[in-house]
């Protein structure tokens, strides 16, 4: 089955490995699962260090060479923690997204900030391959799923994402919403919906520029105000995400690591899924806003062989 492979991104900490063989690479892991007792640092120094990309082509030689998947053989090695993050590198990425989707639709009870996250972060191309990736790989529309498994205007704008739908300009619609006056965000929750549905966040910061001087305060603060649960936590991702998506995960990062014990999860859905993309932009806006390195707050929390390649996904200390 194929997904078409991202290009990798130039704002990201893990870039394509200069001298590459995937042959030569599949040999290296194999040997390090072989023997008595497995190498970790092996495994985890040369998968980080690996394009996703050259993570597919590593998999496909080693199937050729020894017959095996690979994907089966390290989790079978690994354990635990490392074993969650090197299995999540493995994936193609659009399938990666579309596995964490289905997995937090059909488990028990739904994982909403799974959700939240990825349908308000990614661009309208990664979502419609992540729709595609999700029926050829499950069987069953993305958007039907969500409907089945949430309720209300959640629902809906959580569908608007999935169908990437986009306004013409959001702004007609923004002046439309307040044409009567000083409106605030509780008068018409379906067409702010709407607008917030637009995944065009050069129109959603000018919606964002102009709600402000008419209403007299910042879009969020009328968010947390009018709404509570997973619509305010949607709506809130989705402003975020419009103004920075880079901001809303150096915030999501922090989130995870710093509540009462670390939400692995979340850390390690992140960490592998923005390592090419946007890592950099991260870790500066992480180092800005809390005033320590993302390196150091993942030294801090985790340990061992799992805290080895979080850093070698984060890709340095600021």
């Known amino acids: 089955m194929h997904f078409r492979i991202e290009p990798h991104a130039t704002r990201g900490?893990?870039?394509?490995?200069?001298?590459f063989n995937a042959k030569h690479d599949a040999e290296v892991l194999r040997k390090a699962m072989k023997g008595i007792g497995t190498d970790e640092d092996v495994i985890l120094m040369l998968l980080a260090a690996r394009s996703n990309a050259q993570r597919q082509e590593i998999?496909?030689?080693y199937k050729k060479a020894f017959g095996k998947d690979l994907g089966k053989d390290l989790r079978s090695e690994l354990g635990g923690k490392l074993e969650d993050l090197i299995v999540a590198l493995m994936y193609p990425s659009i399938l990666?997204?579309?596995?964490?989707l289905h997995k937090a639709i059909k488990g028990v009870?739904?994982?909403d900030e799974v959700l939240i996250e990825?349908?308000?972060?990614?661009?309208?191309?990664e979502i419609k391959d992540i729709a595609k990736a999700y029926k050829k790989e499950y069987g069953s529309k993305l958007e039907k799923d969500i409907m089945g498994d949430t309720s209300g205007h959640y629902q809906r704008l959580l569908v608007i994402l999935a169908q990437v739908k986009k306004c013409v300009c959001s702004l007609i619609v923004f002046q439309e919403l307040f044409a009567?006056?000083?409106e605030k965000f509780g008068t018409d929750e379906d067409k702010f919906i709407n607008i917030l549905g637009n995944r065009s966040a050069?129109?959603?910061r000018k919606v964002f520029d102009a709600y402000k001087k008419i209403a007299g305060c910042d879009i969020e603060e009328s968010i947390k105000d009018e709404c509570t649960g997973n619509l305010e936590a949607l709506l809130l991702a989705v402003v975020k995400c419009a103004k920075s998506v880079p901001a809303y995960f150096a915030e999501s990062i922090r989130e995870s690591m710093r509540r009462a014990?670390?939400?692995d999860e979340s850390l390690i859905r992140i960490m592998v899924s923005r390592s090419e993309r946007d890592m950099l932009d991260i870790r500066a806006i992480y180092k800005k806003k809390f005033g320590e390195s993302l390196y150091s707050t993942i030294q801090e929390d985790t340990e061992g062989d799992y805290q080895k390649a979080l850093h070698y996904l984060c890709g340095g200390n600021d």
Not at 118 to 125: H, Q, V
């Open 109 to 111: 009870g739904t994982e």
């Open 59 to 61: 998999k496909a030689a």
């Open 261 to 263: 014990g670390t939400d």
């Open 202 to 204: 050069e129109h959603l």
């Open 118 to 125: 990825i349908l308000a972060s990614r661009t309208c191309d």
């Open 13 to 19: 900490s893990v870039k394509p490995f200069v001298n």
């Open 180 to 182: 009567a006056g000083e």
């Open 96 to 100: 990666y997204d579309a596995h964490e």
